[in-house]
Every structure is written in C-alpha cells, then in structure tokens.
Nanobody
Framework: QLQLVESGGDLVQPGGSLRLSCVVSGFPMYYYSIGWFRQAPGKEYEGISCINFKDDSTYYSDSVKDRFTISRDDAKSTVYLQMNGLKVEDTATYYC????????????????????WGKGTLVTVAS
C-alpha cells in the first residue's frame, strides 16, 4: 500500500513563497507518476503539476506555470512543489496523488484515475 504524506502548507502573504513536500512510502517512487492537485472551497480538484518518473517529464497547468516547480529527491522518497509568486486565488487544500506510471499531463487531467491520495495540506494566501 502506497502512502503519501504532505506537509508545508501555511498562511502566506500575496507574492510570497512556500515549498510543499510529499513523502512517499510503501513502494519505490519510480513505479508511479506523482501529481499535485488542489481543491478550493466549492470547486473541483485541479491538477496543477505532475511528474512521470519513467521519463522525468513534467506538466504544469496554465494557472501555475512559471510560478510553481515540481521536483524529486529519490534518496528521501520525496516530491516537492516550490510555489513562488503566490496569489490569493492559490488558496486551497493541496493534495499529493499517485498513479501507476502515466504521462504527466494525463496524470494531472485525471483526478478520478488517481490510485492513492494524501490527506492534504492547507495553503492560505492572504494579506
């Protein structure tokens, strides 16, 4: 059973930065694609950044492109999401998710096909 544990959510001012972490345990990360999804109150899940470990390809949604960066540390079995230039509209609960190896864009476009979810970490952007 794969387990995903997120951390790093916090209250931050507009324009600020945060780094979220997702620790993966139970199986080696390279068997999966990992993605960051977010859900704001009253809204659907949005796949914002995903990585395919088979070819190291990544995908970013238009809403976060050029501001957020996904990365991995295999030694720590951890996937990170560096978030810069945060906006009020980035306020949401952020979830780490995993699915058997799949193209990064497909991962982000398919929240209903996710195999494993973390419990989420709250990011609040407010002045």
């Amino acid at each position: 059973q794969l387990q995903l544990v997120e951390s790093g959510g916090d209250l931050v001012q507009p324009g600020g930065s945060l780094r979220l972490s997702c620790v993966v345990s139970g199986f080696p990360m390279y068997y999966y694609s990992i993605g960051w999804f977010r859900q704001a109150p009253g809204k659907e899940y949005e796949g914002i950044s995903c990585i395919n470990f088979k070819d190291d390809s990544t995908y970013y949604s238009d809403s976060v492109k050029d501001r957020f960066t996904i990365s991995r540390d295999d030694a720590k079995s951890t996937v990170y999401l560096q978030m810069n230039g945060l906006k009020v509209e980035d306020t949401a609960t952020y979830y780490c998710a995993a699915r058997g190896v799949t193209p990064a864009q497909s991962m982000c476009f398919g929240p209903r096909r996710v195999d494993y979810w973390g419990k989420g970490t709250l990011v609040t952007v407010a002045s």
